[in-house]
């Protein structure tokens, strides 16, 4: 479907070989290659802009290499940039891990659109919490919008083995997150994990909903679960949520989907949080670290 953005820049560079580093006019030309393979792999208009321009400024007077062609030169410029604007790689990399580094419980707050896949990631992570990490989770929704929300985290708690808050229907959702915490407390659960509401777009309401679960659960992380298939609309969901309520990271849902994996890009710069997992499919065990080199080759074609 996609012509791959090493053939392109080769065509871009097949005139210019002999020379020894990349001038100017090479690189706006190549950039123009770059921009339509971003914008392909459903990256904000912005973020594109901003990452163009990132990378004209290091590729402009680089020196080729022997080694390579100025394509695959400029490939790798690009590839390392957006690797680097992902959240890095190895020694250099921003941290992924879940922060657990609180007095129990632990909370860690879902927030995010209706249908992102908040609940399905509650419950990943309550597994994933279990098995991996040896803790001892708790779940409560706090979903008093979507009827049957409360009894669907219910089912997928006995499906992972983990425990859910016991339902008292007509509670609202702080009253709810209190009741949760104190049962956090009684049953020494490490880490506490609320799915809140979603809408099916952002509202006064939701927001002012969700500050008054943060302001009563203090979570120690607040993670906004977003479709990667949504692409540009993830972009206006991730604006509406920073500066709200204290983002800490973000998960990617449906990335097993068809998704070049542009929204990774948008969402780690708007938000300006890590990517800290990425959903990879419907089953409770689908849920992965985020990998910045896997995605930006995605990106990338
Ligand atoms: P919520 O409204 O945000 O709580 O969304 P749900 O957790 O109910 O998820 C909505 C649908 O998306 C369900 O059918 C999930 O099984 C599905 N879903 C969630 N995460 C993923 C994912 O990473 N990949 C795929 N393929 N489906 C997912």
Redesign the pocket.
Known sequence: MFDNLSDRLGNVFDKLKGRGSLSEADVREAMREVRIALLEADVALPVVRRFIDAVTEKAIGSEVLKSVTPGQQVVKIVNDELVEMLGGDGEDAEPRELNLNAKPPVVIMMV??????????TAKLGKLLREKHGKKAMMASLDVN?PA?QE?LKVLGEQVDVATLPIVAGQQPVDIARRAMESAKLQAADVLLL?TA?RLHVDEALMAEMKAIASVSTPVEVLL?VDSLTGQDAVNVAQSFTGEVPLTGVVL?????DARGGAALSMRYVTGKPVKFA????KLD?IEAFDPKRVASRILG
Do not use: W
């Open positions: 995010g659109l209706q249908g992102s896949g908040k609940t399905t990631t979507r929300a669907q799915d979603g679960v849902t449906r990335m097993d989907g959903g990879t499919g419907e689908a």
